[in-house]
């Protein structure tokens, strides 16, 4: 069992590693060609160049990576909650082992709190500072 919890965990790393170097991958390629385009502008005698709509700020950034790390959060605490479950189930009546299952279920309710309260001041500070 610790075996497969440490396999899962390893794989959602993995996963929250990739989509952070894929999200900043794609964000760069995007800066490469509007500093291109703002080059190409100024060159003409141009300007124009600022702050664009489409330009990702650093409050979009962090609402993005809020967003996935709350993602993947809540489909371990998923995983968990079905873990603990089968644990549940599997325990025999041993006690010990009915205690354990309780407590994973009750750690990922509570991380599934956390997160939830971790999305709710993030976006509260977004909005106050934005």
Do not use: E, H
């Amino acid at each position: 069992m610790k075996r497969l919890l440490q396999k899962i965990s390893l794989g959602l790393c993995a996963v929250s590693m990739l989509a952070v170097f894929a999200f900043g991958a794609t964000a760069n390629a995007q800066g490469d060609a509007t500093n291109a385009v703002c080059r190409g502008v100024a060159a003409a005698g141009g300007s124009g160049c600022g702050q664009r709509a489409g330009d990702p700020t650093v409050t979009s950034v962090v609402r993005t990576g809020i967003n996935i790390f709350s993602v993947i959060v809540g489909v371990a605490a998923v995983i968990m909650i079905i873990v603990g479950g089968l644990k549940y189930i599997l325990s025999s009546g041993d006690p010990s082992n009915i205690t354990s299952a309780k407590n994973t279920v009750i750690y990922a309710i509570v991380g599934l709190i956390v997160v939830s309260m971790a999305q709710l001041i993030v976006k509260f500070v977004l909005g106050r500072t934005t």
